[in-house]
């Protein structure tokens, strides 16, 4: 199974702690977004990672926030000092290097539930 | 920002009924994906389309992107409990960010 790995699946956390959330792309993908879903609204953009690059990373919350993806091992999204409103499902979706034209599909993990008390 | 209106937001219906759940935006998109989510999963991929008019079919759903890139549709014919769940529509923003409607609610009872 080549699928979007995504670990933990469920993370709990006390304010001020930090939130690590790790995303290993389908086999052959270089391309890493990662997005989150609130109750009742959609998925919203974060931000978009190539191997040791952040492309865009205009949906992610300038303080606290942060997110690489190293040239070995998974690409990583990190939450510093979480608070309650930080609770949610953090997802994560992989692309192909190569892409044809106009598309833009991206495959989705099983995401990871992080609830903070 | 572009974004993308999904109607209805709720639908209960009976097995062997047809639907049709609707994608609308003011903006224009390169591509647009549908996905369906199921409780505690990830979304999944159905369908991207590309090219304006183009209609795609996959078993009994059919997607359709309208002319001017703007709207799609997805129609599930003689629905079944098994095509419960949430569906969503994304617009391909310049290659990068997919944008995401708020999803209909499908429920589908035998």
């Known amino acids: 199974n080549a699928g979007v790995m995504q670990n933990p699946r469920h993370l709990v956390r006390r304010r001020g702690q930090e939130a690590r959330l790790r995303c290993s792309p389908m086999?052959?993908?270089?391309?890493v977004y990662w997005y989150r879903q609130l109750p009742e609204e959609g998925l919203k953009f974060m931000v978009y990672?190539?191997?040791?690059?952040?492309?865009?990373e205009s949906g992610m919350p300038k303080e606290r926030f942060s997110a690489e993806f190293p040239k070995e091992g998974p690409s990583i999204l990190r939450i510093q000092q979480v608070v309650r409103g930080d609770s949610a499902a953090y997802f994560c979706?992989?692309?192909?290097?190569?892409?044809?034209?106009?598309?833009?599909?991206?495959?989705f993990g099983p995401g990871t539930r992080l609830t903070v008390l | 920002t572009q974004l993308l209106e999904q109607s209805p937001q709720f639908l209960s219906i009976q097995e062997g009924e047809n639907l049709t759940v609707y994608c609308n935006s003011s903006?224009?998109?390169?591509?647009l994906q549908w996905y369906r989510q199921e409780p505690g999963e990830g979304p999944v991929l159905l369908v991207t389309?590309?090219?304006?008019?183009e209609v795609k079919k996959l078993k009994r759903l059919t997607f359709q992107f309208g002319d001017a890139r703007k709207d799609s549709s997805l129609h599930i014919t003689a629905a079944q409990p098994g095509d419960t769940g949430l569906y969503l529509c994304a617009g391909d923003e310049a290659g990068t960010a997919l944008i995401f409607g708020k999803g209909t609610t499908l429920s589908v009872s035998s």
């Open positions: 903006s224009v998109f390169s591509s």
């Open positions: 389309v590309v090219t304006g008019g």
């Open positions: 979706a992989s692309s192909p290097p190569i892409r044809g034209a106009l598309k833009n599909e991206q495959f």
């Open positions: 086999k052959g993908h270089s391309h």
């Open positions: 990672l190539q191997k040791e690059n952040i492309i865009d």
